[in-house]
Structure formats: structure tokens, C-alpha cells
């Protein structure tokens, strides 16, 4: 299952042996992976290195560490953890155009996605959460708006019914929490409350017309990016 490691950088060549023998099913939900002496054996390892690799898949979500047990592979990701994409956006640097292709893309696909199969009472529920964010607005409560309009996007996310979509989206989604906020603050309230794009979002879920899914994310994106 591992190999020694030879160079590189030690600890994440680690995560990464472990990472991969998850993925190719060597290791399962809920299987304890070797103990810390088996692994610095096999590994041709030190312990701190080891100790390390441990850590930062524990504080990620992927293992489970119970003292005088042992450590297991979780059964499922812990989504208040650190989120790998989220942060690897921000550490890779990623300029203002490529967020902004990658959460169009994503919009996208998600409305694409969802138009066909999206039930009455899921439109009713999105047309509420549009009606608490108008109101906030309207009340200029810009901090509970700016939350209001990233649960809006996420609820759309979870809709697709695809975890892998929905992550991915989420991820993104809160690159845009401050520019959404700052957009807020810097626009008046009530056109804003005019120009909404969810309106158009939800009206594209009612009348099925996917024609218009690409310029009405097109026109919403414009609104955040210049405060991104």
C-alpha cells in the first residue's frame, strides 16, 4: 500500500501515499490505517513526519483520531473543517478573471443542472430566501444580505443533488463573501433590489428556458466583480 519515500518534501509525500490509497479503495470509510511505528517502518519515515501527515488530514476532515484506539479513516468529510479548494485558491493566487470564469462555469452548470428537475416547493423555498434578502436590504442590514445572498447560491448548489458540484460551488462561492458585502455597502439599497439577478435566476427555474442561463450569470457577475 506505501512505498519508503525518498525525496521531496517528506510530510506531503505522506498525505499524498495516503490520499491516493483512499482513493483506490486500500483504504475505506471507517478502516484504521496503520499505527504510527508501522508507518515510519514502511514509510522509511521519522515520527515527527508522520505525526505531521496525521495532523493535517485530521484537521481536514479525513481521519479520525481516537486516543488509546487508534486512527480511522472518517465516514464522511467533515464540511466544518478547512476547505482544501477554498484555501488552495487563495494560496495558488488566482487572479480576479480566472474566479470569475470558474464561478460563471459553475453557475452555470449548476441552473443546467437543476432546471429540469427542481420541484415547485424548491422554487417557493428560493423565492423566500429572495424576499428575506430583499428585506434586508431594504432595511439596510448589509451584513445579514451579504449571508442572506451566499445561502441563496448554496441552496441552488445543493440542488443539483451532487456533493462533488455543491463543494466545489461553495468553494467559490465564499471568494465573493466580502466583494458581495462591499458591493452592498457601496450600491444603493433599492437599485440594487431592482436590478436582482435572483429574480431572474428563479424565473429561468419556472419557465424552464435555459436560453437565458449564460447572460443573466453573466450580467450577475458583473455586479461583484469589480469589488472582488
Same mark, same amino acid.
Given at each position: ?175 465573493? /463573501? ?9 450600491? /444603493?439599497?433599492?437599485?440594487?433590489? /431592482?436590478?436582482? /439577478? ?31
Amino acid at each position: 500500500m506505501f512505498k519508503e519515500i525518498k525525496k521531496e518534501s517528506v510530510v506531503d509525500t505522506i498525505v499524498k501515499q495516503m490520499s491516493d490509497a483512499i482513493i483506490s479503495g486500500q483504504l475505506k470509510p471507517g478502516d484504521k490505517i496503520p499505527t504510527e511505528n508501522e508507518l515510519m517502518t514502511t514509510l522509511g519515515v521519522g515520527r515527527n513526519s508522520v505525526r505531521e501527515a496525521v495532523k493535517m488530514l485530521s484537521a481536514i476532515g479525513v481521519l479520525e483520531i481516537r486516543r488509546g484506539d487508534g486512527t480511522y479513516i472518517k465516514d464522511k468529510v467533515d464540511i466544518s473543517k478547512v476547505d482544501i479548494l477554498f484555501y488552495s485558491i487563495i494560496l495558488e493566487k488566482s487572479s480576479k478573471e480566472q474566479v470569475l470564469e470558474a464561478r460563471q462555469s459553475i453557475e452555470e452548470l449548476i441552473l443546467q443542472l437543476i432546471v429540469n428537475k427542481v420541484s415547485q416547493e424548491e422554487i417557493e423555498m428560493l423565492s423566500t430566501m429572495q424576499q428575506d434578502l430583499s428585506k434586508a436590504l431594504s432595511d439596510h442590514n448589509h451584513t445579514l444580505a451579504a449571508n442572506l445572498d451566499l445561502k441563496f447560491h448554496c441552496a441552488l448548489a445543493d440542488l443539483t443533488k451532487n456533493p462533488i458540484i455543491s463543494r466545489m460551488a461553495k468553494s467559490i462561492m465564499e471568494l465573493f /463573501h466580502f466583494s458581495i458585502k462591499k458591493t452592498i455597502e457601496s450600491q /444603493h439599497v433599492l437599485d440594487f433590489i /431592482h436590478n436582482n /439577478h435572483h429574480d431572474n435566476m428563479i424565473d429561468i427555474l419556472k419557465t424552464k428556458d435555459t436560453t437565458r442561463i449564460k447572460d443573466v450569470i453573466k450580467d450577475s457577475l458583473h455586479v461583484w466583480k469589480n469589488n472582488i
